[in-house]
């Protein structure tokens, strides 16, 4: 299929194009992620969601169906099915071949799992125009997060079952302390698999991540990242023209943010959390809030079964017109800040309780390394343990020393991008460094209170 | 008289800097058998920060990285290391990234310079299906 016959659903390189662009003023939301149910067949150590179980009230097959009929005459054109995992519910290709039936892409994000040639097909037969399947670092980094031995050797077989399939096959890939010195090796993978594109995104304090707050990156560790980014996307994606998408929470404006970013180079630089605005998160059971990652205590608007899609939908773009994000600590001090409002809602909501001031930001790492100091977070309070919950967590100002060169995530990260890692390799964390990093137990430091950096 | 003293001064001149390159060299040596002493272990990033500092393992490692790294207890097999190391990969592992530009202080190139193949379709209904 050529891009000319679609030319308005085609990624054709340029960016303007693509589905998930931000709408012009005035228009719906051009992407809705849908997670049709909780349940799930994995046991995920970052899972935002906590998923495993399905909601006690999701939508029934008839719901789900008239949901699909709202969001394409609100003029959605691009619908995300997620998870739990997508599959666990049986009528998923149903929904499916509905959303394309009524004109909109249809994408899928799973863990693979259990991602059968039967359920591929399935998939192709419904209309389903993108597969992505999650891999998280190296097969024992990767399992260790997944919490199931075999699902990295199950992802990549489903991997290369849909790449021959004629489904776009994308991967999505967590960055944390884990897998960041994984990515070269994971980039090696995608181009043995044939993925066409490639999502990373920040692991984010929510859910079980919070549990487990030795997983996260710190936001120094971004001085590494962003560079590590920049070489792999200009060495292993480019000459094969895998497309690289960097996720919302991986900015901002810093030196490399034309490199990473399709279209920075023209202007089309991050303009603030699109919640609402572009995109719609829809649960299972029918809230809908402005984005799928968001905490749905604070940013659930509204329940298709209570009101329709429409109202909610204008409700939630309303509220980002009429409330900007109040900027505080070193973001309402920032020269980006008018066009960045504290880049993304839902990573520094889940720290703090309240967005506006985000460490995971790879301009004010350099800002503050150029001072003599970097940030590193603390956790304060746990999570109570619910979906979509998060605990809270304090900056810590220390001075840029020679500590950071000893921090294990740094020095394998330097010796991966430097040599390139044998496609054989299983994983550069030992197994103790795997438990004592994914089975910690959350440290709650007393009386602690958040530092607002300048 | 007065080129004698010259010599003599550049005598001693030149005796104090073989004298100090001995001694740097004899430091060298000395933390040679800590370094191939196979009791030690470092981790990744401590090894890197030896290297950087010590210009004999840094000779060393880059004729051997293999069994450098395992002199000081560190795993080589998942790396894709080649017999003996090129500048260019010793420099981006020892490089300065808190600059944020890249390894060797060399920026990627500018997005709209050079671009290589531009990324391929990434949406779309699989082949030969069409969206009613």
């Known amino acids: ?189 995608l181009v043995d698999i044939g993925a066409r594109s490639w999502m990373v995104i920040l692991t984010a304090a929510m859910g079980r991540a919070a549990d487990h707050p030795k997983l996260m990156l710190q936001p120094y560790h971004l001085l590494y990242l962003f560079p590590l980014l920049a070489v792999i996307k200009r060495e292993r994606l480019d000459p094969n023209g895998i497309a690289f998408f960097p996720g919302n929470n991986v900015g901002y404006f810093g030196p490399l943010a034309e490199t990473l970013r399709y279209g920075a180079d023209r202007g089309h630089v991050w303009s603030g959390c699109g919640a609402g605005v572009s995109s719609l998160g829809i649960e299972a059971d029918g809230n809908v809030k402005g984005c799928p990652s968001l905490p749905s205590s604070d940013y659930v608007r509204g329940n298709i079964r209570e009101r329709p899609l429409r109202d909610i939908s204008s409700d939630l773009a309303r509220e980002q017109a009429e409330a900007p994000v109040g900027l505080w600590g070193f973001c309402k001090t920032c020269p980006f800040a008018a066009r960045c409002r504290g880049g993304c809602t839902w990573t520094s909501h889940v720290l703090f309780g309240r967005p506006g001031n985000n460490p995971f930001c790879h301009s004010r790492a350099l800002a503050l390394a150029e001072a003599g100091f970097v940030e590193k977070l603390e956790p304060v309070s746990a999570a109570p343990g619910e979906p979509f919950d998060f605990g809270r967590y304090q900056i810590v100002e220390t001075p840029l020393g020679p500590d950071l060169e000893t921090d294990p995530v740094i020095g394998l990260t330097l010796a991966s991008q430097a040599f390139g890692l044998r496609p054989d390799a299983v994983g550069l964390w030992s197994r103790q460094d795997l438990s004592d990093t994914l089975d910690l137990a959350v440290t709650v430091a007393a009386g602690g209170r958040e530092q607002r950096p300048r | 008289m007065a080129r004698s003293v010259g010599t003599l001064f550049k005598f001693v001149i030149g005796l104090f800097a073989v004298l ?79 600059r944020g530009a890249g390894p060797s202080g060399s920026p990627p190139p500018s997005p709209g310079a050079a671009q290589p193949s531009p990324p391929v379709v990434v949406y779309g209904p699989p082949p030969g299906r069409r969206p009613p």
């Open chain 1, 1 to 189: 299929m050529a891009v000319g016959d679609h030319p308005d659903r085609l990624y054709d390189g340029d960016p303007q194009s693509l589905a998930r662009w931000r709408p012009l003023e005035n228009s719906p939301p051009s992407i809705a992620v849908w997670e049709i149910t909780l349940r799930c067949d994995l046991g995920c150590r970052h899972c935002g969601s906590r998923a495993g179980r399905a909601r006690r009230d999701e939508l029934s097959t008839a719901e789900a169906l008239d949901l699909v009929h709202q969001l394409a005459d609100l003029g959605l054109r691009e619908v995300t099915l997620i998870g739990g995992e997508f599959y666990m519910r049986d009528d998923w290709d149903l929904i499916a071949a509905e959303i394309v039936r009524y004109g909109m892409l249809c994408s899928v994000v799973t863990g693979a799992r259990q991602m059968t040639d039967e359920r591929i097909r399935r998939a192709a037969a419904a209309g389903v125009g993108k597969i992505s399947l999650s891999i998280d670092g190296l097969e024992q980094t990767h399992d260790a997060i997944r919490g199931s031995a075999g699902s990295w050797r199950a992802a990549v077989a489903a991997a290369r079952r849909i790449s021959g399939s004629g489904i776009d096959l994308s991967v999505n890939t967590q960055m944390n302390r884990l897998t960041m010195p994984e990515l070269p090796g994971v980039a090696d993978l």
């Open chain 2, 20 to 98: 100090q390159g001995m001694t740097t060299l004899s430091r060298a040596e000395q933390a040679r058998p800590e370094v191939s002493s196979s009791a030690e272990t470092l981790t990744m990033s401590a090894f890197i920060g030896r290297v950087r500092q010590d210009a004999v393992l840094r000779e060393r490692f880059s004729q051997n990285p293999s069994g450098v790294l395992r002199e000081y207890g560190i795993d080589p097999s998942p790396y894709n290391l080649p017999d003996r190391l090129t500048q260019a990969q010793l420099d981006r592992l020892l490089s300065d990234w808190l």
